[in-house]
């Protein structure tokens, strides 16, 4: 299926789909949450790459949105930390942040991100990308 009819299919995902939020502005976070949430996403939120590695200590999400400048923990961080683990070597990670530049999309497809969303975004676009992922 391509075209407008891929978009609209399926409204909902069909099962839990354990997602990982990492931004250190709440709003995003929020936006995020609220935005995956209503397809049926199950949404868990961290404000830093330290704190997903928290959540992730117990927890496996079936994918990670991260920002990239966050304190304590950047984004590249968080994922040089996702990538050495074997148990979540093969999550997929995709970056949502403001930065566009060439050579950091460079590093992050270098280090095995899944796709990269620049700030501000459509939520759809968003939707989109996960669903390009079979997430």
């Known amino acids: 299926m391509s075209g407008p009819e891929a978009r609209r299919a399926p409204q909902q995902v069909r099962g839990p789909?354990?997602?990982l939020v990492v931004d250190d502005s709440p709003v995003i976070r929020l936006l995020l949450e609220d935005v995956l949430s209503a397809v049926g996403y199950e949404v868990w939120v961290a404000e830093d790459g330290a704190s997903a590695l928290a959540i992730m200590a117990s927890?496996?999400?079936d994918v990670v949105l991260t920002d990239l400048?966050?304190?304590r923990m950047d984004g590249f961080a968080l994922l040089t930390e996702i990538r050495s683990r074997p148990?979540?070597?093969e999550v997929p990670v995709m970056i949502v942040s403001s930065e566009d530049a060439e050579?950091?999309?460079a590093r992050g497809?270098?280090?095995g991100v899944a796709g990269w969303i620049?700030?501000?975004f459509e939520p759809a676009e968003l939707i989109e990308a996960l669903w390009r992922l079979n997430i």
Do not use: E, H, L, Q
């Open 17 to 19: 789909t354990r997602v």
């Open 59 to 61: 927890r496996r999400p």
């Open 69 to 71: 400048n966050m304190p």
């Open 87 to 89: 148990a979540f070597a």
């Open 103 to 105: 050579s950091k999309m």
């Open 109 to 111: 497809r270098a280090a």
């Open 118 to 120: 620049v700030k501000p």
